[in-house]
């Protein structure tokens, strides 16, 4: 079975972690509200020798392509892409809510993260996690009225700030699952991908932002 270092920088609160055999050898929250930039390679760095792997005994390099911190989904993808290719390994980008929605355990999981701004990313997956009801970013309230009505649950780094939305609709009583690091979940992934031939050239993964960025949003026609 093949190795798997998986990374999550997407937000201020990010995780590393590695699988061997289909099995998490460890995962290691991290916060670093001033970015990841220059605590990722020491940090993975540790997680390794505390583990006797070296970066060459790796098959493939996973990372959280999104939604998130523009800065921080670029740093991670751009740290497992500049390994694989040095390497000659393949990479593999997850969607930080299909990794959420893989920490559930419901028939049908909502996932849902705090964009900010008044909004969230949200999206809908099935216990296979194929995807049900697209990501989006809008207001908690609009997703919640557009949430199917059968039952489900909220899988979310951090569900505070919306339970409150939650009082008076169908969903009051809605399971919630709440998992900061993803890194296990990104690494699982990332082994059935590559078993089933679908890891990519380290050129090939990109960034699933979901919006916008801020300069785009801002910037006007001359």
């Known amino acids: ?9 997407t937000a201020e609160s990010g995780s590393i972690a590695l699988l061997e055999q289909g099995r998490v050898i460890e995962e290691l929250l991290l916060h670093a509200p001033e970015g990841f930039s220059r605590a990722l390679f020491d940090e993975v760095a540790g997680l390794l020798c505390r583990h006797g792997w070296t970066v060459r005994s ?5 990372a959280a392509a999104g939604p998130g911190s523009f800065t921080g989904v670029r740093v991670g993808l751009a740290a497992v892409k500049g390994l694989a290719d040095a390497l000659g390994k393949p990479v593999v980008a997850v969607s930080n809510l299909q990794a ?5 355990s419901a028939p049908l999981r909502a996932a849902v993260i705090d964009a900010r ?16 009801q697209g990501e989006v970013v809008t207001p908690f309230g609009a997703w919640l009225s557009s949430l199917p009505r ?6 979310s780094t951090g569900f505070a700030p919306f ?3 939650l ?6 009583e809605t399971a919630v ?15 059935a991908r590559l078993a089933a031939g679908q890891a990519q050239d380290p050129a090939g993964p990109d960034a699933n932002y979901v919006r916008r960025s801020d300069a785009e949003l801002l910037w006007k026609e001359p």
């Open 163 to 165: 339970r409150a939305a």
């Open 1 to 9: 079975m093949s190795r798997i270092l998986a990374l999550d920088t």
């Open 177 to 191: 699952t709440e998992k900061q690091a993803i890194a296990g979940a990104l690494a699982r992934i990332a082994a």
């Open 150 to 155: 059968e039952p489900l649950e909220f899988v």
């Open 117 to 132: 701004r008044g909004e969230i990313y949200g999206g809908v997956y099935d216990a296979e996690l194929r995807l049900v």
């Open 100 to 104: 959420l929605a893989a920490c559930g």
């Open 167 to 172: 009082r008076g609709t169908s969903f009051a």
């Open 58 to 62: 790796i098959d493939c390099f996973a």
